[in-house]
């Protein structure tokens, strides 16, 4: 691989052993979803693409489809076309015949004092409509306008996406943790003119004020040029306004205040063309600008409801409990759209996982009876680092646990196995992306064994390659890593980047496409952008991002957004941000920065500098440490060389630097951040 990729966060995982095979549970295959081993020949590729059948069959069509893959304007793939369905319908209405009274949603307030709220599906559907019908009587929203959501984990999210999803409206749901003015980028490039948010929500202990981040979305919007006309607020608690900042007169509304108007209403839901879009979901890339995953109806729900009841294993009478956010990829497939669409009980957790204490998760596993628990490795060993007896102290039981997001380290997996799963669960490491909607990589839980720290061959219907830098297959087994890729296309891919083809084509398909008219997915493969190994049996490694974005706490940063933050500071002249180990999170961003002539370096300009980070892309994204040096090192042709910067930070061997224009700063960045 070349120096850029082996710079990238994938240096971590390399030296890993390949770890022993563990057969899933006994008790665990015995109810398990899938345990027909004739799934993978079912989903061979010279069954592709109608195959995917089985996928759009788990769905209910107001139209049936006729074609099942049409690749004429290829890259964007058009699934199931001829189709037309309604998401919200898929997920809500279909389930009252038999489910109405079983709680579709269990939301677990932060406040322990607070009791828990048991939605059913017939509440759900009811404040589902009651919302859809302020949304196009009282907004006069409709089909393929675009509404920002800026929600944190209430109800109230779930609720307003499914809202959007009735009449066809494009919801866009920005993190709760992102900034206002990350907030108002996304407002303005997705040409929304109505913001959704709420006045608080509970995070450590503290009501947050969020109703005013949203005042400074709707400003930065503006100032792009894009005029947001109405600003929805839910409150934490109906008629007690928990927000400091005032409503603005003709253009705050508070939703409960609306519902009054609609109380019983019913909106029937709108049949959507199968490749009508169901939301955008921003994401970070290698250059600054997020990029807005655009995301289908039928595709991406007929691929998301599949993955949850055969990855997932979710049966309706199932408590299953995924802890992400659902202001992240993960959450809007496997909180929202995958487990409802299969009449699961879904749970969500407002506040931090360790609040009050270490055991808060596990009380909840307990109360709730828990038995599918799904969360990332950063969670994992934050939860293994601050109680790592406390699982053993309740009387829970998991048959099935996820993790996701980030490479896991066999050490952490064998802690999640023993202590959290008790030894009895079924466990699946997926990896996948926000653009690929749904699971590539993991085990069947009741078919395959697991591996600790992979994860896992192809699941059916994807099948992974992995390519050097010139398009040659490394083979399985070779113990070389390179670029994983996608051999074929498949329904829960993005359509595009919204509004920027060119960036879809360019950034996921021009390295391997050999011809760039061809009208043949095979010609067409899908690079991830991440490095991987793949085993002789076939199981993949995820090493780590071969692009500019790092992945803090499994949740993905554009180095370029967080060095441009930086540069909004007077005093800086250049910035590097590379990625630093963390026992915890992963990796961390290490912001290095260099000042314009005149400048001192002080702590205060570096507190100045990590929170302008703050405020301009989120808390999230804010450096561990602020490096003030006196110049960067650089290539003879002035290229920052950041994975000198990243050796540093991490105690490894800087390597040759020789050929550097000015080799002499390497030893004095060392001795400054190391000594
Ligand atoms: O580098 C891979 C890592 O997370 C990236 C995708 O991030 P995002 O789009 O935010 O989606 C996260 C949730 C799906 C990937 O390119 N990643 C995701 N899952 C895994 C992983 N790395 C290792 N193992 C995983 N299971």
């Known amino acids: 691989m070349s120096e850029k990729e082996n710079g990238s966060g994938a240096h971590y995982a390399v030296h890993w052993q390949d770890e022993d095979n563990i057969n899933p549970p006994a008790e665990f295959i015995g109810q398990a979803n899938m345990t027909d081993p004739g799934v993978f020949d079912r989903f061979s590729l010279d069954k592709f693409p109608e195959c995917f059948k089985e996928f759009a069959d788990l769905l209910d069509w107001d139209q049936y489809w006729h074609t099942t893959l049409d690749t004429s304007d290829a890259p964007c793939w058009n699934w199931f076309v001829g189709g037309k369905l309604n998401a919200s319908y898929n997920c809500v209405d279909r389930h009252l015949a038999k489910y109405k009274n079983k709680t579709a949603i269990h939301f677990v307030p932060e406040p322990e004092d607070e009791p828990v ?39 109230e999210l779930p609720i307003t996406m499914l809202a959007c999803a009735r009449l066809g409206i494009i919801h866009s749901q920005v993190f709760a943790g992102f900034s206002g003015q990350a907030c108002g980028e996304r407002i303005w490039d997705s040409e929304s003119r109505v913001l959704i948010t709420i006045d608080g929500y509970y995070r450590n202990g503290k009501l947050l004020d969020h109703k005013s981040i949203g005042d400074v979305a709707v400003e930065v919007a503006l100032k792009e040029g894009q005029e947001v006309d109405k600003v929805l607020v839910w409150q934490r608690y109906p008629g007690k306004y928990a927000s400091a900042s005032p409503m603005v007169e003709g253009r705050d509304y508070f939703v409960n205040d609306l519902l009054k108007q609609y109380v019983r209403v019913r909106v029937d839901p709108v049949p959507m063309p199968a490749e009508g879009i169901l939301f955008l979901m921003y994401t970070s890339g290698s250059t600054g600008r997020p990029k807005g995953v655009q995301h289908s109806i039928g595709g991406y729900l007929a691929y998301v409801a599949w993955m949850s009841k055969v990855i997932q294993d979710i049966h309706p009478e199932d408590v299953y409990w995924c802890m992400a956010d659902i202001g992240w990829i993960t959450g809007h497939s496997f909180i929202v759209y995958g487990p409802l669409a299969i009449a699961a009980s879904s749970v969500i957790y407002e506040g931090l996982p360790t609040y009050p204490d270490a055991g808060r998760v596990w009380r909840i596993a307990e109360e709730l009876d828990v038995n599918i628990f ?39 997996w064998k802690w999640y196995y023993k202590v959290v799963g008790k030894g009895k669960a079924a466990i699946v490491d997926t990896w996948w992306q926000t653009e690929t909607g749904g699971f590539l990589c993991s085990t069947i839980p009741a078919l395959s064994p697991m591996k600790a720290g992979s994860a896992g061959p192809g699941v059916p219907g994807i099948h992974p390659i992995i390519l050097d830098n010139d398009g040659n297959e490394i083979p399985a087994g070779a113990g070389k890593a390179g670029n994983i890729c996608i051999k074929n296309p498949w329904p829960g891919l993005m359509q595009t980047i919204w509004k920027d083809r060119d960036r879809y084509v360019a950034t996921y398909f021009e390295r391997y496409c050999k011809d760039p008219n061809s009208k043949d997915w095979r010609d067409w493969p899908y690079m991830a952008g991440d490095a991987a190994v793949m085993a002789a049996d076939g199981y993949v490694r995820i090493l780590g991002r071969i692009d500019d974005v790092i992945n803090v706490a499994g949740h993905r940063l554009g180095t370029k957004e967080i060095e441009s933050a930086a540069l909004t500071v007077e005093e800086v002249a250049e910035a590097a941000v590379i990625a630093a180990k963390d026992e915890i999170k992963g990796v961390v961003p290490d912001l290095y920065v260099s000042l314009k002539p005149g400048y001192e370096a002080s702590q205060e300009l570096a507190a100045k500098i990590s929170g302008a980070v703050s405020t301009v892309v989120g808390k999230i994204a804010r450096p561990r440490q602020v490096f003030i040096v006196p110049d960067m090192p650089k290539t003879r042709s002035g290229k920052i060389m950041r994975r000198i910067l990243a050796s540093i930070s991490n105690r490894a061997d800087v390597g040759d630097v020789t050929s550097l224009s000015n080799p002499e700063i390497v030893e004095q960045i060392r001795k400054q951040v190391q000594d």
């Open 117 to 155: 709220v048991h939605m059913t599906y017939q509440e759900l559907y009811q404040r589902v409509n009651e919302t859809a019908a302020v949304l196009r009587d009282f907004c006069g929203l409709k089909a393929g306008d675009r509404v920002t959501l800026h929600l944190p984990m209430t109800p």
């Open 374 to 412: 799904h969360t990332s490795p950063t969670l994992i060993r934050g939860l293994r680092k601050a109680g790592p007896d406390e699982p053993a102290k309740y009387n829970y039981k998991f048959k099935h646990m996820t993790t996701v997001g980030e490479p896991i380290e066999p050490e952490v």
